[in-house]
């Protein structure tokens, strides 16, 4: 099952026993899925907190226009039917506060524009065994989101060579943990070497500020990726549109 769709189903309420198997140990596993089921969590609770006096005035308010200038018993017939329509109007107002602009902050501006950014720079084949390289065991971490050990493997890497991508990975396995701070180091590193990722560098380092709350940061770096015009233009300039 797509992890979209657990994580959707589990906010539901619906995840079967199997389902929740399945969830439980994404969220073990998985750092980027738990950081995002945790982000969820808290983007729902802002929203509770902040919509709940505004949806009891608009329940109320609907409820008494259902029920008023009306005889007994045309209330005791109505009731069921203001109550359907009272829980119509709050999904309703749910579904518009979460698909919206309402909630721009810099965090929910992260979560938007996030994606993990491919291994693009070693192929790795599906069991060959005589590949015991280390390269081969840091970007199998990365790709399977073992962060962790893709960080050791890396470092050690970047020991042995000058590749560098390698600081490149290191920033992205830092982001998806959430060490922002040691993320956007990394990628200063390749911006200040004209490294080949560069600009995909601007990009994350704009993201990571964006995750700290640092919006003038961010803002500086993807006036710079608009300005060179070639990577994630057009998602910079939106996102530059929505932060000011």
Known sequence: MDKEELVLKYFDGSLTEEEKVVFDQLVESDAEFKSQVE????????IRNKENDSHKKKLQGFESELSGGSTQKNRTFWKPLSIAASIALLIGVSWF???SDVFNGTAELYASNYEKYPNTVYTITRGDATDESLERLAFEAYETNDYDAA???LTELKEKTRLDYVDFYLGQAYLAK?????AINKFQEIISINSEFKDEAYWYAALSHLKLDQKKEAEILLMELVKMGTYKMKEATDLLEKLN
Do not use: H, P, Q
């Not at 982000?39 to 802002?46: A, I, L, P």
């Not at 959430?178 to 040691?182: E, R, T, V």
């Open 151 to 153: 960080i050791t493997y």
């Open 39 to 46: 982000f969820e969590k808290d983007v729902k609770s802002v």
């Open 178 to 182: 959430g060490a922002n701070l040691k």
């Open 97 to 99: 506060v979460f698909n």
